[in-house]
Nanobody, 111 residues
């Protein structure tokens, strides 16, 4: 049974940092490209970070320079370091793999 578990979300103030983690069970990440997606209220779900099997990363302009994705295949985890958080970063963050989605982790940025 495949399970993805996201963690690390919290309520923070603008300018703060958070590190999200995603751990996989029942599937090995090492051969897959992975991504972090954000679902914000009233907005379409968007990709905020992609990471290839070799660690190559890509980001949309909205988070470029602030977010950094990484992977630890030995631990079967990926991470998302989020710096200089803004209110627009508020949302539920997911790390899907194919048809599998976890519960997500809530990030709230508010003063």
């Amino acid at each position: 049974q495949v399970q993805l578990v996201e963690s690390g979300g919290d309520s923070v103030q603008p300018g703060d940092s958070l590190r999200l983690s995603c751990e996989g069970f029942g599937i090995k990440f090492r051969t897959y490209g992975m991504g972090w997606y954000r679902q914000s209220p009233g907005r379409e779900r968007e990709l905020v970070a992609g990471i290839s099997p070799t660690g190559f990363t890509n980001y949309p302009d909205s988070v470029q320079g602030r977010f950094v994705a990484s992977r630890d295949d030995a631990e079967n985890k990926i991470h998302l370091q989020m710096n200089t958080l803004k209110p627009n970063d508020t949302g539920i963050y997911y790390c899907p793999l194919g048809k599998y989605w976890g519960q997500g982790t809530q990030v709230t940025v508010s003063s």
